[in-house]
Structures are given as C-alpha cells and as structure tokens.
DNA sequence: GCCAACGTTGGC
DNA sequence: GCCAACGTTGGC
C-alpha cells in the first residue's frame, strides 16, 4: 500500500547526479536548501517530472560518475513539476532552441535538502542485496537520471 | 517507419 | 580511458 499525506498517494525517486556537477553538499548550500532538478533532457525522465512527482514526494540523492558512486541522502519535493528555464536561457549548457514558453519541452521539480547519511551507501553494496534487485537503478544499462523507487526498497535502504 | 551512425551515460 | 548499453538523429 502507498502511503498518505493528506489523502494524496505519495511516492519515491531516485535523483541521479554527478557530485563534481551537484552534490548533496551543493543542494544543501542553496538558499533554504532548496533547488530546481534542472537539465534534464531525457523524454522518459521528463515525464515523470512533468506527470508524476508530487510535492510531499521524497527521493535519494544519488552520486554517479565518480570513485564511489552511491546514494548519499534524501531529498523532499516541495514544488512539482514546472518548465524548465534553462531550456530558454541562450546562454546556458542547458538551452534547447526548438522549445518555447507555449509549449514547454521540459521540465523541473524544485527538491529540498533532507538529510546527508553519516557515511555514503555505496552502489557495490545496494547491488548485494536481493531486495533491490528490481530497483531500474541496478538494472543494466538503465541511465534514466531519475526513476521510481517502491515504498520497499525505500524501507530497505533507509533501514541499512 | 526502418535502421545505421553517432552521441551520451556511467561503471569499471 | 574503455566500452556496453541505450537514446537520438536523419537519410531513405
């Protein structure tokens, strides 16, 4: 069963980003820790930004490309999805010339700083545990940057 | 709509 | 830096 906040289902992701980029110590410093999930140019991923990630959401932060990747903390979804800016702004890595105001090609969430873990959990370890063998993290070849995580494989890694 | 070529992601 | 796996592009 999924949980509740105020009668409304609520669900958990998984935000995917390279520390030399974002790191959780990055979202953390922004003003009331706050920031826009921006430059994600993915049409699955922006689907779930624009359709399916609600406020009340949570997610783990999660650091790829780098010596240790792995999940690092937890974040909470306080503004759902809206058009991106970046996709405007000529001047950023993240501008895509054929969209517009009218129509939007994509998306943000804005996610809050929620907790940093005492020490990283790294992507070896979530590999050995059966219980997340289904997590479209683990699966080969997935590099979707954001993706669904079940209240049980929440539970599983919150409780490690 | 097919599919080859190319680009990107990201673990290792 | 290598390379597997996937997404995107564009000719036809």
Redesign the pocket.
């Known amino acids: 069963m999924p949980a509740l906040i105020n009668g409304i289902i609520m669900a958990y992701w998984l935000f ?1 980003s ?1 520390p030399e980029t974002f790191s959780i110590d990055h979202l953390k410093a922004c003003p009331k820790s706050t920031d826009s999930w921006n430059g994600v140019r ?3 991923a922006r689907n779930m930004l624009r359709d399916q990630i609600k406020v009340g959401d949570e997610g783990f932060f999660y650091h ?3 010596k240790v ?1 792995g999940i690092v903390g937890t974040v909470k979804i306080v503004r759902a999805g809206w058009p991106d800016p970046t996709q405007f702004d000529p001047d950023s890595e993240y501008y895509d010339p054929k969209s517009s105001t009218e129509n939007p090609r994509w998306f943000v969430v804005d996610v809050k700083f929620n907790q940093k873990f005492s020490s990283i959990i790294p ?2 370890q979530l ?1 050995m545990l059966p219980g997340l063998s289904q997590m479209p993290l683990l699966r ?6 954001i993706t669904p995580v079940t209240k049980e494989q929440w539970q599983i890694i919150l409780n490690l």
């Open positions: 995917k390279e993915n049409y699955q790829s490309n780098c990747p992507l070896q590999k080969t070849g997935n590099r979707l940057s």
